[in-house]
């Protein structure tokens, strides 16, 4: 009789799969109300002579039961995992999300490394508004009133009085009427000249300087800039300056540095000279000074400009301004 109980219990564990149903089971069995348990129970109803032999078979059917169900509950919950684990597993043999890396335009990267290198020797950076006034794009840098820059030619006119600026240097007026000497910044930014060919775009970019103090000379402008140039181009770039003229400055000079496509020997970039024209500088025009109302008897100074698109030109030997603003991914992408 307990044997077919046993075999009842194996059927019924056999068909059982879930950990619920297998808790229903041993309560079936094992508890309290059990199967099991009131067979024990029943013990004290048998005759004393039969006890003995009944209740060693009971208990060891309670302990088979216990084993089956203490095995069928590990492997129950052996294979719960391993189904959990396969439902949670992870292909790593896909391939990763590609995220595609920005990077600085070649442009802006020049720039911020020509102002960094100013800021390293202790100028600060001063803007100014693109749509500028014509008195401090002309005017006021002792531009007189019939010189060709002021021309329908090369200036972009929004009104008679107003103008896209023409270069970086109204902010030397703007930046000087603010404050007081000594100054010592740099202006980056974008200029307009109404001009387009493999050299010229209509919008192209520029960074002025200025220093004003008392005893600055010309000297000091040498030093600043041989220093910037060296910086820039490497310490044994040969630097010459040619006299030149500007309004706004008096000297003034052309900045060259030896070809650094052709290391001075001549070629089609520097025009066979084996020299390439960098920067325009000077001593700043007291007229300039007159009207930011500084004491030209007390103070000094020098100013300088360059294009950003020639310079990044000339370091990545690139032959044609326009790809810069084309924004054709190939080429931004070699930077
Ligand atoms: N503003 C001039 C230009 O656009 C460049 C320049 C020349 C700036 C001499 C200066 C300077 O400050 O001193 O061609």
Not at 3 to 32: H, M
Not at 92 to 117: A, Q, S, W
Request: net charge negative; glycine share 8%; aromatic share 12%.
């Amino acid at each position: 009789m307990i044997d077919d109980l046993k075999q009842t219990f194996l059927d019924e564990l056999e068909s059982i799969g879930n950990p619920a149903d297998l808790f229903q089971l041993r309560v079936k069995y094992l508890g309290k109300k059990g199967i099991i348990t009131s067979q024990l129970k029943s013990l004290s109803s048998l005759p004393s002579g039969e006890r003995p032999f009944f209740g060693k078979k009971v208990n060891e059917a309670k302990d088979f039961i216990e084993d089956q169900l203490d095995a069928k509950e590990a492997r129950l919950k052996n294979e719960e995992l391993k189904k959990q684990l396969l439902a949670e597993s992870i292909d790593i043999t896909l391939p990763g999300k590609y995220t595609p890396f920005g990077r600085e335009h070649p442009i802006n990267k020049t720039l911020l490394e020509v102002v960094d290198i100013f800021v390293k020797m202790g100028f600060s950076v001063e803007e100014g508004p693109e749509v500028e006034l014509d008195y401090y794009n002309f005017e006021a840098l002792n531009f007189p009133k019939d010189h060709p820059a002021r021309d329908m030619q090369d200036t972009f006119f929004v009104s008679d009085d107003v103008v896209l600026r023409t270069h970086t240097s109204p902010v030397q007026v703007r930046g000087m009427k603010k404050r007081k000497p000594p100054v010592r910044f740099i202006a980056p930014g974008k200029v307009y000249r109404c001009d387009a060919d493999i050299t010229h775009t209509p919008m192209f970019h520029q960074v002025e300087g200025l220093m004003v103090d008392k005893g600055v000379t010309f000297s000091n402008l040498k030093g600043i800039l041989e220093t910037f140039l060296h910086q820039m181009f490497g310490p044994n770039t040969p630097v010459r300056f040619r006299p030149s003229f500007f309004p706004f400055t008096e000297p003034s000079a052309e900045v060259d540095i030896g070809c650094i496509l052709c290391s001075g020997a001549g070629c089609r970039v520097c025009k066979g000279s084996g020299w390439l024209e960098i920067l325009g500088a000077g001593m700043v025009n007291p007229a300039v000074f007159e009207h930011v109302g500084y004491d030209t008897e007390e103070y000094s100074g020098f100013a300088f400009g360059m294009g950003i698109e020639r310079i990044t030109m000339l370091k990545y030997a690139i032959d044609d301004i326009r790809l810069f603003f084309e924004n054709d991914i190939r080429f931004l992408r070699q930077f």
